[in-house]
């Protein structure tokens, strides 16, 4: 079971002097892997780490591997000359804010002692040759840093130039962890040769895979999953072709059993991966391509996957957090909520108001307690927390700053999806309801946009007045606002505003109606 670490010495004074108030601090992840190797550098923001800056590197540092297991002097001079320009980047940098490890290719490389005293002096900072089990921990850790937080078991898989790693586990705690010996980069220079690819060629691939993967099936699959998410390059290539160029047309996205045969199709017929003519193809990664995807066609045959989502966050961000010494034990999107209503100085007590009435309104049209709710809740109350956040711009059109802050931002935990629909609520709040207009008619996200407005409508005074006990229906024909008897005269401005609401919703979602009247007077009563 993997233990909570305490974060070393060092590090721990960075933090200290982060909260002293001077400023964020930043650290550095080096990771050299067989394919290639990426430095990632992150800001520590309230127990969060944001991106800063990345380089990658395509050093092909396993195609150097000789058969005799020896790194050949091209291939660690294109090392060294991508790590002296790492040390660049680095310099300035605590001993402590750094760490740098090496994956599959220098665990197998028998002269990589020596090449380490050449790297490390390029570099400036130590290196770390991490074992198998070691690099799957820190690709879940990183993985599920990037992901919503879940209860149940997900499979995350990583294929590097060298190794591919399995881990399942269960939020950030890591629970079976394994490495094969077989990456993206060996199995292209050992299946296909000068990137030639035929029915033959693909066949003895994906066997050669379906065997390593066979030793740890059973017991994977006994432990089972809910769901699998790919990480690495391979995958991220993989899963833009399909998505770019529709080769899974019924597909909502992610990786797909459908979307890799007509893939691996292609490519058979075009002969290679560089002369298939598919829109998105990335050519720094078209020599390993044929490989990532053989073993990627047998980790779904032998697996009984038919879909895989994607995590941006892998080793890198594994090791910023590992550094950090820091694990969160919560949904991540909370902490990244609070920390952007403290970053753009959200009036909290508007927000809460906004909140709390968006959430009752919601809770008239359906009950928020039942599990299949529950996302709506979530979102709802994010929006509302969040929904003045573009005024730390301006305040014309603050709710236009707000979405595109919240379409563009670093949010750790937030999928792009999770994202997209945050921003279209914060858009939605006010003003013309056409720019929503790629919600399809009777999405679930109107219904949301419509609690949201009413909310913001009926708080325009900004003060602690209670709001009208008022109801909200749904109909076949759309949604009722009822209010106290007399509200509405008493209000004006608030009146003229609910009137321009209903001639706003009758323009979008299809014509959908949103009416408002007040109750007789026995009916208040």
């Not at 130039?161 to 980069?185: A, N, Q």
């Not at 044929?290 to 047998?298: N, S, T």
């Not at 419509?450 to 007045?465: I, K, T, Y």
């Not at 509405?488 to 009247?517: K, T």
């Amino acid at each position: 079971m993997l233990k909570e670490q305490a974060a070393p010495a060092p590090v721990l004074q960075l933090i200290r002097n982060e909260a002293a108030g001077s400023g964020y601090q930043q650290i550095a992840a080096v990771d050299l892997g067989s394919n290639s190797f990426r430095l990632q550098i992150g800001r520590l923001v309230d127990g969060q780490v944001y991106p800063l800056d990345s380089l990658k590197e395509p050093v092909r540092l396993a195609s150097g591997l000789s058969a005799d297991k020896r790194l050949d002097a091209v291939s660690q001079e294109r090392a060294l000359a991508a790590l002296r320009r790492f040390g660049e980047r680095l310099r300035g940098f605590a001993p402590a804010s750094v760490r740098v490890v090496a994956t599959n290719t220098l665990r197998v490389a028998k002269n990589s002692a020596d090449f380490l005293t050449l790297a490390e002096a390029a570099l400036g900072f130590p290196i770390e040759i991490i074992s198998g089990r070691e690099e799957a921990r820190l690709v879940y850790i990183g993985a599920a840093h990037s992901l919503p937080a879940v209860d149940h078991q997900r499979l995350v898989v990583d294929i590097g130039g060298g190794s591919t790693e399995f881990i399942i586990g269960r939020r950030i705690e890591p629970r079976l962890m394994e490495s094969l010996y077989m990456g993206c980069v060996s199995y292209s220079l050992r299946f296909f040769p000068g990137g030639r690819v035929d029915k033959k060629s693909f066949r003895d691939a994906q066997l050669a895979a379906a065997q390593e993967i066979e030793t740890i099936a059973r017991s994977y699959r006994r432990s089972g999953w809910q769901e699998a998410i790919a990480t690495s390059g391979s995958a991220r290539a993989i899963a833009r072709l399909i998505e770019v160029n529709r080769l899974d047309p019924g597909s909502s996205g992610g990786i797909t059993q459908h979307g890799l045969d007509a893939l691996r199709t292609l490519m058979i017929r075009a002969g290679s991966a560089a002369a298939m003519t598919l829109e998105g193809l990335p050519t720094d990664r078209l020599p390993v391509l044929a490989g990532g995807l053989a073993i990627l066609c047998a980790v779904f045959a032998e697996l009984g996957l038919e879909r895989m989502g994607y995590a941006n966050g892998a080793l890198r961000l594994g090791v910023l957090y590992d550094l950090l010494g820091r694990f969160h034990h919560h949904d991540m999107r909370e902490s990244t909520v609070r920390q952007f209503v403290r970053r753009y100085q959200v009036d909290g007590r508007q927000a809460q108001r906004v909140e709390a009435t968006a959430l009752k309104l919601l809770g008239r049209l359906v009950d928020v307690d039942r599990p299949e709710y529950e996302g709506d809740v979530r979102v709802l109350r994010w929006a509302a927390m969040l929904h003045e956040i573009g005024i730390s711009i301006a305040h014309s059109g603050y709710h236009k700053h707000g979405a595109y802050i919240l379409g563009c931002a670093e949010m750790p935990g937030f999928s792009k999806r999770d994202q997209l629909q945050l921003a279209q609520l914060v858009l939605g709040q006010r003003g013309k309801l056409e720019k929503l207009t790629s919600l399809p008619p009777g999405d679930a996200s109107w219904r949301l946009v419509l609690c949201l407005r009413l909310a913001v409508a009926l708080h325009r005074s900004r003060d602690d007045h209670a709001v009208p006990d008022c109801r909200l229906g749904a109909g076949e024909d759309g949604y009722r606002l009822e209010l106290p008897h007399g509200w509405l005269a008493g209000n004006p401005l608030s009146a003229a505003v609910l009137a321009d609401e209903s001639l706003a919703w009758q323009r979008v979602a299809g014509g959908l109606r949103v009416s408002c009247r007040e109750l007789p007077d026995s009916a208040a009563a």
